[in-house]
C-alpha cells in the first residue's frame, strides 16, 4: 500500500515561511496528480494547491502568489513553499495523491496531517 508522510509544520509568525515536505512509498506504478488541502476545526477540507502529472499547477485564490508547489518525480515528494504566512493560514494541511499502484487501479491517498500555526 501507499503511505505519505509529511514534515514541516509548526509555528511561525505573520510574514514569515515554511515548506512542507510530503514523501510518498510504495510500489507505485504511476502518479496522476499531487497536492495540498487544508482544514481549519469546524469548517470544510479546502483545496489549496495541486500539480498534474504534465506539471500543470491549480492554487486557491486566497494564496496565489505566497505559495509554491512544486514535485520531486524521482523522490515520489511534494512540496508547498509557504512564503509571506497570514494568520488565516493556521489550518492542519493533509497531503493529497492520486495513482495506480502496480497491478492495482487508480485511488486516492491521504496524509496524515501536519499543524500549520501563524501566530504573533
Known amino acids: 500500500q501507499v503511505q505519505l508522510v509529511e514534515s514541516g509544520g509548526g509555528l511561525v509568525q505573520p510574514g514569515g515561511s515554511l515548506r512542507l515536505s510530503c514523501a510518498a512509498s510504495?510500489?507505485?506504478?504511476?502518479?496522476?496528480?499531487m497536492g495540498w488541502y487544508r482544514q481549519v476545526s469546524g469548517e470544510q477540507r479546502e483545496m489549496v494547491a495541486t500539480?498534474?502529472?504534465?506539471?500543470?499547477?491549480n492554487y486557491a485564490d486566497s494564496v496565489k502568489g505566497r505559495f509554491t508547489i512544486s514535485r520531486d518525480n524521482a523522490k515520489n515528494t511534494v512540496y508547498l513553499q509557504m512564503n509571506s504566512l497570514k494568520l488565516e493560514d493556521t489550518a492542519v494541511y493533509y497531503c493529497?495523491?492520486?495513482?495506480?499502484?502496480?497491478?492495482?487501479?487508480?485511488?486516492?491517498?491521504w496524509g496524515q496531517g501536519t499543524q500549520v500555526t501563524v501566530a504573533s
Open positions: 493529497k495523491l492520486i495513482a495506480r499502484l502496480r497491478n492495482d487501479s487508480q485511488r486516492m491517498y
Open positions: 500539480i498534474n502529472s504534465a506539471s500543470g499547477t
Open positions: 510504495g510500489s507505485i506504478f504511476s502518479i496522476n496528480a
